[in-house]
Nanobody
Framework: QVQLVESGGGLVQPGGSLRLSCAAS????????MGWYRQAPGKQREFVAT???????RYADSAKGRFTVSRDNAKNTGYLQMNSLKPEDTAVYYC?????????????WGQGTQVTVSS
């Protein structure tokens, strides 16, 4: 059984930084795309950033220039470095990954980690 576990969220002042981690565990054969999404109160979940297993990246306009997505394939772990945080970045951040196991290939979500940007 595959699990995605996020960590690294918390309370930070505007202009501060946080680094989120997403650790995948279980009977994993391979992970293709690893992505980050977020959901603010009263809003729909939205795309933030994604990284392919070859390192190609894509960002939402709101994340460009401030966030950096990366991964460590040996550790089955993804990261989201967030700099210059703004109050509007406050949300629950979710990790998402496409993972192959013996049972097949499917999409997985983590449980989310809260990020609050406030003075």
């Amino acid at each position: 059984q595959v699990q995605l576990v996020e960590s690294g969220g918390g309370l930070v002042q505007p202009g501060g930084s946080l680094r989120l981690s997403c650790a995948a565990s279980g009977s994993i054969i391979s992970i293709s795309d690893m992505g980050w999404y977020r959901q603010a109160p009263g809003k729909q979940r939205e795309f933030v950033a994604t990284i392919g297993n070859g390192g190609s990246t894509r960002y939402a306009d709101s994340a460009k220039g401030r966030f950096t997505v990366s991964r460590d394939n040996a550790k089955n772990t993804g990261y989201l470095q967030m700099n210059s945080l703004k109050p509007e970045d406050t949300a629950v951040y979710y990790c998402n990954a496409n993972i192959a196991t013996r049972e097949g290939y499917r999409n997985y979500w983590g449980q989310g980690t809260q990020v609050t940007v406030s003075s």
